[in-house]
Each structure stands twice: as C-alpha cells, then as structure tokens.
C-alpha cells in the first residue's frame, strides 16, 4: 500500500515548500531592507553582488561564525529547543495549501499541494496554537526579566488575536463550504471572497500583522523598553532561526490570505496552463508582503494596552458580528434569489463604518478627558 | 502490508504518549512536565487521526496544546513555582504505596484476561461513518443540539468565574 | 486519507532536521569564548537586578482563560460553518442562541474591566 514513489513524492514536495520558504526568507530580508531604504531615500544594501542581491548569503555566513551564548543560570535544554519550536509551526503551516491544480510530471499526476486534509482550516488553526511555546519559552529559559515579559507579553498578544484569526477563519469556511482549502480556492472561481467580505479581508491582514508580531504591532520585542524581548539574550544561529520564523510567517500568512481571500492560484489561463499557479500565487504573495514592509515605514508602534484593546474590544466583536451578517446573508439569498448575496458587503462595509466611529468616539472622549 | 505499517506507526505514537505521561509525573520541574502534557496531547492527537477522526485531532490540538497548556504556563509563570521542591517523604508511605499499585495491576489483568471473554478483535470504529467537518456540524447542530446550547452556558459559567476569581481593581473602564 | 497525514509527519521531520542543522552549524563554526560578564543577563549594559524570572501579573491568566472559552467558541464555530447551509435558519437561530449567552460573559468582563490592561 505504501509505495515508494509515492514517499518519493511526499519528500520531493516538502522538500521543495520547505527550500522555498527559505530562500523566501533570505530574499524577503533583502526585499524589506531595500525597500525600507527606498522609502526613507536611503539606498540600503547594493554591494554584495548586484543590487546586494548576495546580501543574504552574506549574512548567513556571517551568523555561522557568530558565537553563540547562553546565559548563566539559563535552562539550556529549552534554551536551545526554544528557537527550533518556534521555527517549525512557521514553516509547517504550509504544508496544507494548494499552489496549484493538478499537473502532469514524469507520467504523474501531481498535486501541487503537500497535504490538501479536509480539517485544512482547523489544522492551520492547530499550528497556529502551538506556535506561541516557542516565544514563550525562550523569553522563560533565558533568565532575563527582560525576555520574560516579552514572551509574556508576545504570547499574550498572539493568543488575543488568534480569535479574531479563528473568526475570519470561519468566514471563509460559511462562504466556501468546506474547510477544505482546494475547495475554498475553486469557491473563488466565480468571484475571490475579499469582493464579497471586504471587511474580513481588511480585519484578517490587520490579525495576521499582529500574529505575525510585525509593525505596527512590534511591541513584544520594542528596543526601548525590553531590549528585544523573548530574543535579547539569543545570538549566532539560535537568533538567525527566530528571525527565520518571523519572516517565514509573513510569508506563510501572506499565502494564506491569498488563499482564502484572493484567488489562491485562480488567475486568467489558469486551466489550461496548471503550471501557471505557483506564479499567481507567488505575485499576490509578493504584493501583500510589499504592502507589509510598507505599513512597517509608515505606521509608528501601537501602545501594548491599545494593542490588547483593539484585539479584545474591537476586532473580536467585529468579526463576531461579521459572522452573523454573513451567515444572514448566505441565508437570504438562498432563500429569495442570488442577488442578495450582495448585502454581505453592504452591510458589513457598514458594520466597519460603524466600528471606526465607535473608536473615534471613544479615543476622543479619553483624550478630552486627559485635558 | 498496510496494517503492520499501521501497527508499527500505532506503537511508536503508544511509546510516545506513554513516555511523556511518565516523564510528566516524574519530571521535578513544572515547566518540563507542561511540555511533557504537550507532547502527551500530541500523541493523543495522533491516536485520534488513528480512528479517522482529523476534526477531533485537530481540535485536540487546538484546544488542549494550544490554549489550555498556555493557560497552565502561564500559571507556573505567574505563581513563579517554576522549581518544584522535592516533597516530604513519609517513610511508612512508600512500602504502601506499592502493595496499592501492586493490587491494582492484579485487579486489572484479572479484569481483562479473566472476566472479558474474548478480548482478540477491536473493530475499528470509523471508517464506516461520515467524520468530516460537514458531517460532524450536521449531528453537532441537529441532535446534539442541546448539549451544545448547554456548553456556551458552562464557558459563561467558567468566564464569570475566572473574572471573580481574579477581581482587578478597576471597576469598569473609562481612564488610562 | 491517513496518507496526506504521513506527508505532513514528513514535512514536520524534514523542517526540524533543517532548524536543527542550522543549530549544529552555528555550535560548529561558532567561536567559544567564555567569561564571567558575557554570561551575566543583557540588561542593556546595566548590572542585572534581581532575578531573572519572576512572578507576572494575573493579567496574563485572565487573558489565558479567555482565551480558551473564546477558542473552544471558535472551534465550535468551523463544523456549524460548512453544515450551515443545510442546517438552514435553524442553525441561524441556534447560533445566535449560542453566542447570545456568551456575549453576556463578554460584557461582563468589559464591564468588571478584565479586558483593560494597565
């Protein structure tokens, strides 16, 4: 039952998500910092080979021979599990998503996803879930009050905005029917979801920034006040796989909202050249991270209370609300005839008109008050 | 070929789960034994993808690795009580201790190799029904529909509880 | 269907033995030289002060425990999503039941204040 090519092709597919991710991560760092230089009229990296395209390579090299420190009184075991629990639930949560349909390789036929399971949305949940014990230990090994709060404070954070992650989760599922990701894709043959849920697509970038632990939502690792958080004591290697899993993430997560908002793989041709998945998937992907490095030069950090307020009080009544209106509307145009599908986003466009001015209102109310 | 493949993947996943149990019970730190309960979950997890039961696996995963084992650490943190000391032994304990657990397994084997007639064929469960998540919603919502009412009424219970217990300070909201 | 699970047993295997490679490397090539001060905790230059792990506020445990009553919700909520549309008004209604009585817990921690970090 067990074939070996078909092993074969379990360990070629993951073989190849897994180098992709990181030479994902390498360039990605290079992507960011020219960017950001772009934006603030630096020039950043250009002399490692042409346009500092070897920059990354460099940098690996360079953290190799880095010396790696551990703390006195630290917990060495965890100390050194900490990063690679960390680094693994990044790179794992690819493991579910299609990049494509199906295609034609060495007389096959090959999914162009690993593992396409039909609890696909739960089990990106699951990772998601075990991806906070890396942080928070890491802050709890290094015997530094400093990392400690910010693994605290990290893990914290991730686990408040998981909800509303969960929720916009199952937005998706109520639209596309299944939990299945290659099925959510085809739901969007017709029309991509983030035409008919403009406001879950906005609330899940906005959730997947702070799981992310990105600007604006950096707080756990703010240089002023924590010295880096959970990573101030990590160096060499250990620390290179913590910035390995952040920047992983945002490449995972990125392809997961184009999965479940954007199209996934679906572009023009797609069905007659199934090869031209990947491509699509890797230009939305690359769009959404541009927008990424984009909100990191313009938005200054979010205060850590406002943060767990905008998570808690009102993201999570949000998409609860979302929810509702979306399942109400699913309903009605069951009911009374297709067209009706479009008070989905009316009225959640409304719902978020709603939402900005009831936090307009209150932040204003608190700064008269200060006066 | 494929059951023993499967048996093989069954004892590897059993020495896991009870590896981590006694690693658990015997570690003397706190932190160790809450990843130890991880991993325990995840075993567990593994068993249920075993019955063909991905929802329940997952949602295993979620729930119990990934919310309640940080609540847990995040007590252990908080109380600080990271370091377990080593308990007070009370010498008249441990020989009873044993003869308990001696009787125990005995009551046991006799349980299972006497009293059950037949103990050769388990069916699995499993691969008969439907279990995915659409299938699962459908009997969740249609007949166990009060069950699920009553839960939401058990998670305000313990929301309402864990609020009183905690009791910050400030009432209401408002200011800075 | 067991199978799609093994691939992902073998992207797991395949992704720890890479962040465990890196670690190796870094354990390789690193140099080690040790000393009193270097193994001290970063405390941004300063001497360190007191211990380095110490008790946390409640906070975090009433956020923890939200969390879970809120996460058992959401994963109540997937199944309900996709049999919707055969579930009909009955599971509108039977949803709205269910989130009804746990937006009462949700605006009793906003009001006794547990959603309000300092």
Redo the contacts between chains.
């Keep these: 039952m067990i074939d070996l090519a078909?092993?074969l092709e379990?360990?070629i597919?993951?073989?190849v998500?897994?180098f992709m991710l990181?030479g994902g991560f390498a360039y990605l760092t290079w992507f960011e910092r020219r960017i950001l230089a772009r934006m603030q009229t630096r020039v950043g990296p250009n002399r490692a080979g042409w346009q500092g395209l070897l920059q990354p390579v460099a940098d690996a090299v360079k953290?190799?021979?880095?010396?790696?420190?551990?703390?006195?009184?630290a917990d060495k075991v965890i100390f050194?599990l900490a990063?690679?629990l960390t680094?693994?639930p990044a790179?794992?949560l690819a493991?579910?998503i299609p990049f494509g349909t199906q295609v034609i390789l060495f007389g096959r036929q090959v999914n162009l996803a690993?593992?396409?399971?039909n609890v696909g949305?739960?089990f990106l949940?699951a990772v998601a879930?075990v991806a906070v014990y890396g942080i928070v230990l890491a802050g709890?090994s290094?015997?530094?009050?400093?990392?400690?709060?910010g693994g605290?404070r990290s893990?914290?954070q991730m686990?408040?905005y998981?909800?509303a992650l969960?929720?916009s989760?199952?937005l998706v599922?109520?639209m596309a029917?299944?939990?299945q990701l290659s099925e959510i894709v085809e739901a969007q043959r017709t029309m991509w979801f983030v035409v008919l849920q403009p406001v879950g697509a906005i609330v899940f970038l906005i959730v997947t920034l702070a799981e992310v632990n990105r600007a604006p939502f950096d707080m756990p690792e703010a240089e002023q006040e924590l010295?880096a958080g959970f990573h101030?004591?990590y160096s060499?290697?250990?620390f290179?796989?913590f910035f390995?899993a952040e920047y992983q993430k945002m490449i995972v997560i990125s392809i997961i909202a184009v999965t479940l908002f954007f199209g996934g793989y679906l572009g023009p041709f797609i069905g007659r050249f199934p090869w031209l998945g990947p491509v699509y998937v890797l230009g939305k992907v690359v769009a959404l991270l541009f927008g990424m490095v984009w909100i990191r030069a313009t938005l200054p950090r979010i205060r850590?209370?406002r943060l767990?307020?905008l998570g808690?009080?009102v993201l999570?009544?949000l998409v609860?609300g979302l929810?509702?209106i979306t399942?109400?509307g699913?309903?009605l145009a069951?009911e009374f005839g297709n067209s009706l599908v479009w008070s989905i986003p009316v009225v959640s466009i409304l719902a978020g008109f709603l939402t900005v001015g009831l936090v307009d209102r209150s932040l204003r109310r608190k700064f008269n008050a200060l006066r | 070929m494929a059951v023993d493949f499967?048996l093989i993947m069954f004892f590897i996943l059993a020495g896991v789960g009870i590896g981590t149990a006694a690693g658990m019970l015997l570690s003397r730190s706190a932190v160790y034994s809450a990843l130890f309960l991880v991993l325990n979950f995840g075993a567990v997890a593994g068993f249920y993808?075993?019955l063909?039961a991905?929802?329940i696996a997952m949602?295993q995963i979620?729930?119990y690795a990934?919310?309640?084992m940080?609540?847990f650490l995040?007590?252990i943190?908080?109380?600080?009580a990271?370091k377990l000391t080593p308990p007070e032994v009370l010498p008249w304990q441990r020989p009873l201790a044993v003869v308990l657990a001696g009787i125990l397994i005995l009551e046991a084997a006799y349980l299972l190799f006497l009293r059950t007639p037949g103990l050769g064929e388990i069916q699995m469960p499993g691969f008969g029904p439907d279990t995915s998540?659409?299938?699962?919603?459908?009997i969740?919502?249609?007949k166990y529909?009060l069950p699920?009412?009553i839960?939401?009424?058990l998670?305000?219970t313990?929301?309402?509880g864990?609020?009183v217990l905690?009791r910050?300070r400030?009432?209401?909201?408002g200011q800075e | 269907?067991?199978?799609?699970?093994?691939?992902?047993a073998?992207?797991?295997f395949?992704?720890?033995a890479?962040?465990?490679t890196?670690?190796l490397?870094?354990?390789l090539?690193?140099?080690?030289?040790k000393s009193e001060v270097?193994?001290?905790?970063?405390?941004?230059g300063m001497i360190p002060i007191?211990?380095?792990?110490?008790?946390?506020?409640?906070?975090?445990?009433?956020?923890?425990?939200?969390?879970?009553?809120?996460?058992?919700?959401?994963?109540?909520?997937?199944?309900?999503?996709?049999?919707?549309?055969?579930?009909?008004?009955f599971?509108?209604i039977?949803?709205?039941?269910?989130?009804g009585?746990?937006l009462?817990?949700?605006f009793?921690?906003?009001?006794?204040?547990?959603?309000?970090?300092?």
């Design positions: 078909l092993v379990w360990v597919k993951s073989l998500v897994i990181l953290l190799v021979f880095k010396e790696e420190l551990i703390p006195a009184r050194v990063p690679i680094v693994v790179t794992v493991v579910v690993v593992a396409d399971i949305i739960l949940m879930s709890w290094s015997n530094n009050k400093f990392a400690l709060m605290m893990t914290a686990i408040s998981e909800l969960g929720l989760f199952v599922a109520l029917d299944s939990l010295a101030s004591e060499g290697m250990k290179a796989l390995m850590y209370d767990m307020d808690w009080k999570l009544p609860l929810v509702l399942a109400t699913i309903l069951d | 499967e993808l075993f063909n991905p929802f949602a979620t729930v990934g919310a309640i940080v609540l995040f007590v943190m908080l109380l600080g990271e998540p659409a299938a699962i919603g459908a969740l919502f249609g529909l699920f009412e839960t939401s009424v998670l305000l313990a929301m309402v864990a609020i905690v910050p400030k009432q209401g909201g | 269907m067991l199978f799609d699970y093994m691939a992902i073998v992207f797991v395949f992704s720890t890479i962040a465990v890196a670690i490397l870094g354990g090539f690193g140099p080690r030289r270097k193994s001290e905790p970063y405390e941004s007191g211990p380095g792990t110490r008790r946390m506020p409640v906070r975090f445990y009433l956020v923890a425990v939200l969390f879970i009553l809120f996460d058992i919700e959401v994963v109540f909520f997937l199944p309900w999503a996709v049999s919707f549309r055969k579930l009909g008004l599971g509108l039977e949803m709205f039941i269910f989130i009585i746990l009462v817990g949700y009793y921690a906003w009001k006794k204040g547990a959603l309000e970090w300092e």
